[in-house]
């Protein structure tokens, strides 16, 4: 430490703290000079949604509110208990000073690294993904200061949020697998499925002076065979109600995607006969609707198979002769 260092220490200070970034959970208050000690007449500013703490061989000693104090022993009655004042110097207490944020942190993140096995009435056993944000805040910053900070160690915003959701993320797997719904049903029930994920979360950090203002689940995820199997059910259904409809939509897929491959049906003789017959069964599913249609309509329908890319100009071409000479 220089000269003006020295010199700048014995000038009485103005203790505050303003998390620019918005993130900071936990601040101890240091001096560039690395002389930490609490200067007696100095002012402590404790903003809106933050608290002050002052801990004194590890333990903790006072607690200030939003407001503005000055230090000296009056005001600070337990750590004078806890070390007798030594009047020859200018310091009132010997203790360490830390900013705690009690505002709502929102937007952190969780999710399961693994998939979920879940007992399921449609599927037997499935697995299951999920990811979600989740808020909180510091309600009690005393248990907070004991629990977190102290008993577990935990101290960096980063390692406090990543123990949260973690935490979150096991009661997910907890409350999904003791839910009767089916993981066709979850979709449905991410609000109830939250609701329960965050009362259950909030009987467990009770102690710890955290609670969560909210749980949020985005996404829940099945493996992409399960969803496959899904899709074929999906289509199945559509098939069993309207048969017909199923198969003109799943045939104008099929004529489509080969009319774009590259040496495909649409580039030899047998992609315009192939646009020919669907063209014709187009027309002839309608009975005898189609066959009051007028030209204009029947070009039209023509025009849109066309712009689909489901016939080649070529196919359009010939059909729409036929059609006008008919």
Same mark, same amino acid.
């Not at 007696?40 to 000693?61: N, Y």
């Not at 829940?220 to 048969?243: C, F, N, T, Y």
């Not at 580039?267 to 007028?294: C, E, P, W």
């Given at each position: 430490?220089?000269?003006?260092?020295?010199?700048?220490?014995?000038?009485?200070?103005?203790?505050?703290?303003?998390?620019?970034?918005?993130?900071?959970? @936990?601040?101890?208050?240091?001096? %560039?000079?690395?002389?930490?000690?609490?200067?007696?007449?100095?002012?402590?500013?404790?903003?809106?949604?933050?608290? #002050?703490?002052?801990?004194?061989?590890?333990?903790?000693?006072?607690?200030?509110?939003?407001? $503005?104090? /000055?230090?000296?022993?009056?005001?600070?009655?337990?750590?004078?208990?806890?070390?007798?004042?030594?009047?020859?110097?200018?310091?009132?207490?010997?203790?360490?000073?830390?900013? @705690?944020?009690?505002?709502?942190?929102?937007?952190?993140?969780?999710?399961?690294?693994?998939?979920?096995?879940?007992?399921?009435?449609?599927?037997?056993?499935?697995?299951?993904?999920?990811?979600?944000?989740?808020?909180?805040?510091?309600?009690?910053?005393?248990?907070?200061?004991?629990?977190?900070?102290? $008993?577990?160690?935990?101290?960096?915003?980063?390692?406090? @949020? &990543?123990?949260?959701?973690?935490?979150? $993320?096991?009661?997910?797997?907890?409350?999904?697998? &003791?839910?009767?719904?089916?993981?066709? /049903?979850?979709?449905?029930?991410?609000?109830?499925?939250?609701? #329960?994920?965050? &009362?259950?979360?909030?009987?467990?950090?009770?102690?710890?002076?955290?609670?969560?203002?909210?749980?949020?689940?985005?996404?829940?995820?099945?493996?992409?065979?399960?969803?496959?199997?899904?899709? /074929?059910?999906?289509?199945?259904?559509? #098939?069993?109600?309207?048969?017909?409809?199923?198969?003109?939509?799943?045939? #104008?897929?099929?004529?489509?995607?080969?009319?774009?491959?590259?040496?495909?049906?649409?580039?030899?003789?047998?992609?315009?006969?192939?646009?020919? $017959?669907?063209?014709?069964?187009?027309?002839?599913?309608?009975?005898?609707?189609?066959?009051?249609?007028?030209?204009?309509?029947?070009?039209?329908?023509?025009?849109?198979?066309?712009? /689909?890319?489901?016939?080649?100009?070529? %196919?359009?071409? &010939? %059909?729409?002769?036929?059609?006008?000479?008919?």
């Amino acid at each position: 430490m220089d000269f003006w260092d020295i010199v700048k220490d014995q000038f009485l200070d103005v203790i505050e703290y303003e998390d620019k970034s918005n993130r900071l959970i @936990v601040m101890k208050f240091r001096r %560039e000079s690395g002389n930490d000690e609490l200067k007696q007449g100095s002012k402590v500013i404790v903003r809106e949604s933050q608290c #002050a703490v002052f801990l004194k061989g590890g333990q903790l000693a006072d607690i200030l509110p939003p407001g $503005t104090y /000055e230090l000296n022993t009056d005001n600070f009655p337990v750590l004078t208990k806890l070390k007798a004042f030594p009047y020859l110097f200018v310091s009132p207490v010997i203790a360490d000073l830390y900013f @705690v944020s009690t505002r709502q942190f929102i937007d952190n993140r969780w999710g399961t690294k693994n998939p979920i096995m879940k007992r399921d009435k449609d599927f037997n056993m499935v697995r299951i993904r999920a990811f979600g944000k989740f808020a909180f805040r510091i309600t009690d910053v005393a248990y907070f200061m004991k629990e977190i900070f102290g $008993t577990k160690g935990i101290v960096m915003t980063y390692d406090i @949020v &990543e123990y949260l959701s973690s935490m979150v $993320t096991e009661v997910f797997s907890t409350t999904v697998g &003791e839910t009767e719904m089916s993981v066709l /049903e979850l979709a449905a029930g991410y609000r109830i499925l939250s609701s #329960a994920m965050q &009362e259950r979360l909030n009987g467990q950090v009770r102690m710890t002076g955290i609670q969560f203002s909210d749980v949020i689940i985005e996404n829940i995820s099945l493996p992409e065979d399960v969803e496959r199997m899904i899709d /074929e059910q999906s289509g199945i259904g559509i #098939a069993k109600s309207d048969m017909e409809s199923f198969m003109k939509y799943q045939t #104008a897929r099929a004529m489509r995607d080969a009319a774009k491959q590259k040496g495909g049906l649409a580039g030899l003789g047998a992609g315009m006969a192939l646009g020919n $017959t669907m063209a014709q069964n187009v027309q002839k599913s309608s009975g005898a609707d189609n066959q009051s249609k007028s030209r204009a309509e029947q070009l039209r329908e023509l025009k849109a198979l066309l712009d /689909e890319e489901i016939l080649t100009q070529d %196919e359009f071409d &010939e %059909e729409k002769k036929r059609i006008l000479r008919s």
